[in-house]
């Protein structure tokens, strides 16, 4: 399968986000070990959006990754 645009891969593992569903006020778990390619990843997808998100990395559930939140 390709990856698309909205899709996320900061591990080489395709992620797919229903960005449609990812509401203002809902936040969202990304598992990855590579961070900083995540966030850049989602800073990339969030402007074809318009989305205004905000991240931290977290571990949740024994998994290291992170968690955004849409502010608008």
Known sequence: MRIR???????GVRI???W???????SLFIPCINT????????EVTKLGKHEV???VTVESGKYGIRIWRLV
């Not at 645009?5 to 591990?11: A, E």
């Open 54 to 56: 905000v991240s931290r």
């Open 5 to 11: 645009l909205s899709d996320l891969s900061p591990d």
């Open 20 to 26: 449609d569903k990812f509401l203002t006020g809902t």
């Open 36 to 43: 900083k390619k995540a966030y850049g990843q989602l800073l």
């Open 16 to 18: 797919v986000v229903d």
